[in-house]
DNA sequence: CATACTGTATTAATCATATTAGTACACTTG
DNA sequence: CAAGTGTACTAATATGATTAATACAGTATG
């Protein structure tokens, strides 16, 4: 499904988080498709379940999963609400990586370009190349 | 100088390279300013002096300061040299974030706002291009 | 109802890392 | 020389991640 990092000073179970929430953001995961239950992908990947449930249950704290026992886990729906104390967290870290990219001499018009390419992704499936 | 989260998850020399380098970014410590020495950042934050000296290694590794042996550590110049490979770990941790944030709602608008209020030098003296 | 899936919880052992503590050495400055 | 600086090293401790084994509860299906 997915490679890890075994040796990366990061925690398995964050890059796990970290990687299924890009797939459910980019919609390789659809709302309310199942994920691969906690023992399947812990065998898949060679890693314990308990290092799968702990990721999961960040995921459903940070509301990307809902989870329904003896069920599995799920995607949830993007329900349209804005969370704005999330939307607060992510553009400070925003704001610190835009000042190193500036820092680093990158320009504002390289970064609205990049903003310009990842605009809502809206329609069906869009993968150019 | 600044505060520390002694009991966050993250490791309190991971905040010193965070902060340091902001203020580095931001230019409170301008090129070749000298940095608190170890010991003295040390006793100040009531931690130990290899906290310090591991954080400041860090920031010599990512190119943001040097140092003198006997002397101190002193803010790197911005040499203005593109660092292609740092700036495209930047703008890839930039991606996520960003396709975040749509996720969250935020309008690519609202992105390009946050790049104009960051466009301009910190340091007042400057000029825009 | 039996079986086999699912999630969840708990405990313990192990491993890796961060942090502290103490000491030592080399260099610079006055 | 004395007092400041960075740096290196070892050892002990603390914290967190990971594994392991087990158990329990809910769901689906034949």
Same mark, same amino acid.
């Given at each position: ?13 964050? %890059? ?8 459910? /953001?980019?919609? !390789?995961?659809?709302?309310? $498709?199942? #994920? ?40 949830? %729906? ?8 999330? /939307?607060?967290? !992510?553009?400070?870290?925003? $704001?610190? #990586? ?32």
């Amino acid at each position: 499904m997915f490679e890890l990092d075994l040796r990366s000073r990061k925690p398995i179970y964050e %890059q796990l988080v970290d990687k299924l929430k890009e797939l459910i /953001i980019n919609e !390789v995961f659809k709302p309310d $498709e199942q #994920l691969p239950s906690v023992r399947a992908l812990a065998q898949d990947l060679t890693i314990n379940p308990n290092t799968i449930q702990k990721a999961y249950r960040e995921l459903e704290n940070q509301g990307f999963i809902y989870s329904l026992k003896g069920k599995g886990n799920f995607v949830s %729906q993007n329900n349209g609400v804005m969370d704005t104390q999330k /939307i607060d967290l !992510v553009l400070n870290e925003l $704001e610190k #990586l835009i000042q190193e990219a500036f820092y680093l001499g990158v320009k504002p018009s390289d970064l609205i370009a990049v903003i310009e390419k990842l605009k809502a992704p809206k329609g069906g499936d869009e993968y150019y190349d």
